[in-house]
C-alpha cells in the first residue's frame, strides 16, 4: 500500500517554482550581486506499507526482495580543517527487504511501514540567483540571520546572555542549506530569495 501526495501536481510546483528564481545572465542589473545557487534534484517521499517476510526461503511461497532508497543522496558540509569548509557528496541509503507477494499462503510475516524516496524526477542544477552583496553583510547582518534561523528552528540559539555571535561559521552555514532545502529554495548562497522567506531586509 502507498500514499503519494498528488504526485504530479508536487512536481508542477517544484518545476515552475525552481524557475522564479533564476536569473539570465543577460538580465544583470549593475548595482546588483549574482552567484550560482544550486538547485536540488527532486525526490518524492511516499510512505510505503509491506508485508515483511520472517521465515526461511521456501520455494513453494510467492517472495520477492525488493531495494527501496530509505534517503537520498544529498550534499553536506564537512570541516578539512579549522575554519574552512567543503561540500562533501553524500550517496543514497538503500534498504533491501523481502515481501510476501501473496499473504494468503502464510502467517510468517508482519507489517511495516517505510518512507521511501522516488525518483529523481528531475536532476539538480545550478543556476544563477541575485546575492547579497559582500558590502551588504557587515554590521548585525549575520546576526540577524542567525536569530531569525533560530527561530525557524534551524540554528542552536546561544544561552543568554552570549547571544549569536555574528560570525559566518560551520554551524551557521549548515543552518542555512538545511533551512534552504526544507522550504525548497535555491541552496547554498545568500540568495535574496532565501532572505525573503527569513524577512530579513537588505
Given at each position: 500500500?502507498k500514499?503519494i501526495t498528488?504526485?504530479?501536481?508536487?512536481?508542477a510546483i517544484?518545476?515552475t517554482?525552481?524557475a522564479?528564481?533564476?536569473?539570465?545572465?543577460?538580465?544583470?542589473?549593475?548595482?546588483?550581486?549574482?552567484?550560482k545557487?544550486?538547485?536540488?534534484?527532486v525526490?518524492?517521499k511516499?510512505?510505503?506499507?509491506?508485508?515483511?517476510?520472517?521465515g526461511?526461503?521456501?520455494?513453494?511461497l510467492?517472495l520477492?526482495?525488493?531495494?527501496?532508497?530509505?534517503?537520498p543522496?544529498?550534499?553536506?558540509?564537512?570541516q578539512i580543517?579549522?575554519?574552512?569548509l567543503?561540500?562533501?557528496d553524500?550517496?543514497?541509503?538503500?534498504?533491501?527487504?523481502?515481501?510476501?507477494?501473496?499473504?494468503?499462503?502464510?502467517?510468517?510475516?508482519?507489517?511495516?511501514t517505510?518512507e521511501?524516496?522516488?525518483?529523481?524526477f528531475?536532476e539538480?542544477?545550478?543556476?544563477?540567483?541575485?546575492v547579497?552583496?559582500?558590502?551588504?553583510?557587515?554590521?548585525n547582518?549575520?546576526?540577524?540571520?542567525?536569530?531569525?534561523?533560530?527561530?525557524a528552528?534551524?540554528y542552536p540559539?546561544?544561552?543568554?546572555?552570549?547571544?549569536?555571535?555574528?560570525?559566518?561559521?560551520?554551524?551557521?552555514?549548515?543552518?542555512?542549506?538545511?533551512f534552504?532545502?526544507?522550504?525548497?529554495?535555491?541552496?547554498?548562497?545568500?540568495?535574496?530569495?532565501?532572505?525573503?522567506?527569513?524577512?530579513?531586509?537588505?
Open positions: 500500500m500514499t498528488t504526485l504530479l501536481l508536487a512536481l517544484f518545476s517554482g525552481w522564479q528564481y533564476e536569473i539570465n545572465e543577460g538580465n544583470f542589473l549593475p548595482g546588483k550581486c549574482y552567484a545557487s544550486m538547485i536540488p534534484a525526490y518524492e511516499v510512505e510505503t506499507s509491506f508485508p515483511i517476510y520472517l526461511e526461503d521456501d520455494p513453494n510467492k520477492k526482495k525488493l531495494t527501496i532508497m530509505v534517503r543522496p544529498r550534499q553536506e558540509y564537512t580543517q579549522p575554519g574552512e567543503t561540500l562533501i553524500v550517496p543514497a541509503i538503500h534498504k533491501t527487504i523481502t515481501i510476501v507477494k501473496d499473504t494468503s499462503q502464510t502467517n510468517d510475516y508482519y507489517w511495516e517505510f521511501e524516496y522516488l525518483g529523481p528531475e539538480g542544477k545550478l543556476i544563477w540567483t541575485e547579497i552583496c559582500d558590502n551588504k553583510r557587515k554590521g547582518f549575520i546576526q540577524r540571520l542567525q536569530e531569525r534561523l533560530a527561530e528552528g534551524f540559539m546561544p544561552p543568554e546572555p552570549l547571544g549569536v555571535s555574528g560570525r559566518f561559521d560551520t554551524d551557521t552555514k549548515k543552518a542555512l542549506r538545511s534552504q532545502e526544507a522550504r525548497q529554495l535555491p541552496v547554498g548562497t545568500l540568495n535574496i530569495a532565501t532572505l525573503k522567506a527569513l524577512e530579513i531586509r537588505y
